[in-house]
């Protein structure tokens, strides 16, 4: 069996789907185009819009075009390229580039990469990022989302536009109700992790992205009781699904080193284009989940500590060579 845990590695399958189909089992949506329509973004949103899911709004041009669409802009937006998986490993571990106004363009032109391709410059919806819910599941054969799984993202890294360091799971119906019916309506099979932000003035939902495959909160899951992961390998595997028990709420999953950065980067940076995020908006955490330590484990945390750091100093070498410069 076959569940990828990075977009580049969904990719591979993608790409490789029909030979790989032969000896492995994986999620259908790997082989009928979705996965691949959803992985890029300027697709993802067309389907956004043919079936009438609400997302904050969006521009496409190249690099050498953005300074001709600024006068069309609502600031303050989001750039990222539609294949931000393909030239991730060029962009020093940021999502995009944020620009507050029109004068901040000329400072981030020559941070995005030569062949970035297609550039989507997105409207940013305001508010904090603990503003910012979340709903994973397995979508089965049938089209049933098996082990529905809700939270908020209280904070992330980098901070305002990354990847989640600290949720807390907490009923988000409305999220999952959207969700499941997008799924349901585009035929998708396989695990989906969908994030939203809500609008502080008008409450309204806007979906960010969905993700094909498992994220590494997704620990949060199995400790709450809705192992997605599993529901998805018992599937793959032939057997009967499992039973569908209560979610437990207020569990909270934090990725340290990560989580840490971000909460010294909004003391240090009260000025931030996004105000600091509401970390007791949901209460306190009943438990704490850690993503990748665990006492009679500890090697996958070492691992990450070594990792962490080398990526660090690779980046601190490479500003250090263009100072030199």
């Given at each position: 069996?076959?569940?990828?845990?990075?977009?580049?590695?969904?990719?591979?399958?993608?790409?490789?789907?029909?030979?790989?189909?032969?000896?492995?089992?994986?999620?259908?949506?790997?082989?009928?185009?979705?996965?691949?329509?959803?992985?890029?973004?300027?697709?993802?949103?067309?389907?956004?819009?043919?079936?009438?899911?609400?997302?904050?709004?969006?521009?496409?041009?190249t690099r050498d075009a953005l300074p001709g669409l600024v006068p069309d802009l609502r600031f303050p937006v989001l750039i990222?390229?539609?294949?931000?998986?393909?030239?991730?490993?060029?962009?020093?571990g940021r999502k995009g580039w944020a620009l507050a106004d029109a004068g901040a363009l000329q400072r981030i032109l020559p941070r995005i990469p030569d062949?970035?391709?297609?550039?989507?410059?997105?409207?940013?919806?305001?508010?904090?990022?603990?503003?910012?819910?979340?709903?994973?599941?397995?979508?089965?054969?049938?089209?049933?989302?098996?082990?529905?799984?809700?939270?908020?993202?209280?904070?992330?890294?980098?901070?305002?536009?990354?990847?989640?360091?600290?949720?807390?799971?907490?009923?988000?119906?409305?999220?999952?109700?959207?969700?499941?019916?997008?799924?349901?309506?585009?035929?998708?099979?396989?695990?989906?992790?969908?994030?939203?932000?809500?609008?502080?003035?008008?409450?309204?939902?806007?979906?960010?992205?969905?993700?094909?495959?498992?994220?590494?909160?997704?620990?949060?899951?199995?400790?709450?009781?809705?192992?997605?992961?599993?529901?998805?390998?018992?599937?793959?595997?032939?057997?009967?699904?499992?039973?569908?028990?209560?979610?437990?709420?207020?569990?909270?999953?934090?990725?340290?080193?990560?989580?840490?950065?971000?909460?010294?980067?909004?003391?240090?940076?009260?000025?931030?284009?996004?105000?600091?995020?509401?970390?007791?908006?949901?209460?306190?955490?009943?438990?704490?989940?850690?993503?990748?330590?665990?006492?009679?484990?500890?090697?996958?945390?070492?691992?990450?500590?070594?990792?962490?750091?080398?990526?660090?100093?690779?980046?601190?070498?490479?500003?250090?060579?263009?100072?030199?410069?």
């Amino acid at each position: 069996m076959l569940i990828p845990t990075s977009d580049q590695d969904v990719d591979f399958v993608i790409t490789h789907a029909e030979r790989l189909a032969r000896r492995f089992a994986f999620q259908r949506s790997y082989r009928d185009g979705l996965a691949a329509a959803m992985l890029s973004k300027d697709s993802f949103y067309a389907l956004c819009a043919a079936h009438g899911i609400a997302y904050p709004r969006l521009w496409s041009c190249t690099r050498d075009a953005l300074p001709g669409l600024v006068p069309d802009l609502r600031f303050p937006v989001l750039i990222k390229p539609a294949r931000i998986h393909a030239i991730k490993h060029r962009m020093g571990g940021r999502k995009g580039w944020a620009l507050a106004d029109a004068g901040a363009l000329q400072r981030i032109l020559p941070r995005i990469p030569d062949g970035a391709g297609t550039l989507l410059v997105q409207e940013i919806v305001p508010g904090p990022e603990s503003a910012i819910t979340l709903w994973c599941a397995h979508v089965d054969a049938a089209g049933v989302p098996r082990q529905s799984f809700t939270a908020r993202k209280l904070r992330q890294f980098p901070p305002g536009f990354g990847s989640a360091s600290l949720v807390q799971g907490a009923p988000e119906p409305e999220t999952a109700a959207i969700t499941a019916r997008f799924l349901q309506a585009l035929g998708y099979h396989g695990i989906a992790a969908a994030e939203f932000k809500r609008h502080p003035e008008t409450g309204a939902l806007a979906l960010i992205e969905i993700n094909v495959r498992p994220s590494l909160w997704f620990a949060l899951t199995s400790a709450s009781g809705r192992d997605v992961v599993l529901a998805a390998w018992r599937e793959l595997a032939g057997l009967p699904a499992a039973p569908e028990i209560p979610q437990r709420d207020g569990l909270r999953w934090r990725h340290a080193l990560k989580d840490l950065a971000s909460a010294l980067f909004y003391r240090l940076h009260p000025g931030f284009l996004l105000p600091p995020p509401d970390i007791g908006c949901l209460g306190p955490a009943r438990e704490r989940v850690w993503a990748v330590f665990a006492p009679d484990d500890p090697l996958p945390a070492l691992g990450e500590l070594g990792s962490f750091f080398t990526k660090a100093l690779k980046r601190l070498a490479k500003f250090s060579d263009k100072g030199a410069g």
